[in-house]
């Protein structure tokens, strides 16, 4: 299987506080993205980082791609009540844009 | 983007029935690709769809037991067949942008075998 490990599994902060979660994957990849799933519904795509790519930035997420360790990191900063969610890493592989899932991170962010 | 319709979203069926799922895009896609989601855990690829083809399948899913069709470029169906509890879980649906770019997903359908 293709599909990555991430830890934690599960992640309890305070609001206000960053959260940092990783990703690591098997093969050589594309592209690497995550996601966001609310209550167990559709995923939401929060930030794609190519192979080529080191670091990424959107408002107060930021994440970080080691293709020689062939793992990845997703920062969020100043985390909200609403950042609640599980946090998926997805690779895209070359040749038909598939993507496989990571395992998941379970955040709760307490008010 | 892609808007991505799901249904039904959620069904409850006896063990050995058979359920078909519908996905519905609001743009013409090449691939549609179809998940499944055990209750707690990530996302397994199923198959991927291409219209005109038969599906391909990942390794420990079967066409008897997951018939998709793709009869044109904005539609898809899956089918859960023979169902048992250990089907229980939410199917999803996702297409992509382009060649190395972003999925986007359906709302997923809860499904629940008693």
């Known amino acids: 299987s293709q599909q990555g490990e991430e830890d934690p599994q599960a992640l309890s902060i305070q609001e206000g506080e960053n959260a940092t979660m990783n990703c690591s994957y098997k093969?050589?990849?594309?592209?690497l993205q995550w996601y966001r799933q609310n209550s167990g519904r559709g995923l939401v795509h929060l930030i794609l980082?190519?192979?080529?790519?080191r670091e990424k930035h959107s408002g107060r997420l930021r994440v970080t791609l080691d293709t020689s360790k062939k793992s990845s990191s997703l920062l969020i900063t100043a985390s909200r009540a609403a950042d609640t969610a599980s946090y998926f890493c997805?690779?895209?592989?070359?040749?038909?844009?598939?993507?496989?899932f990571g395992s998941g991170t379970k955040l709760n962010v307490k008010p | 983007s892609a808007v991505i319709s799901q249904k039904p979203s959620r069904d409850i069926c006896q063990r050995g029935t058979s359920l078909t799922i519908q996905c519905q895009v609001d743009?013409?896609?090449?691939?549609m690709f179809w998940y499944r989601q055990q209750p707690g855990q990530s996302l397994t690829l199923i198959a991927t769809?291409?219209?005109?083809?038969?599906?391909?399948?990942e390794s420990g899913f079967v066409i008897d037991k997951f018939p998709i069709s793709r009869p044109n470029l904005t539609f898809s169906t899956l089918t859960v067949s023979n169902m048992s509890p250990e089907d229980s879980s939410i199917y999803l649906c996702?297409?992509?942008?382009?060649?190395?770019?972003?999925?986007?997903f359906g709302q997923g359908t809860r499904l629940t075998v008693v």
């Open positions: 980082i190519r192979s080529n790519e």
């Open positions: 996702s297409v992509d942008a382009g060649r190395g770019t972003e999925a986007f």
């Open positions: 769809a291409n219209q005109g083809s038969e599906a391909t399948y």
């Open positions: 743009s013409q896609v090449t691939m």
């Open positions: 997805a690779t895209g592989d070359y040749n038909f844009n598939k993507f496989y």
């Open positions: 093969t050589s990849i594309n592209n």
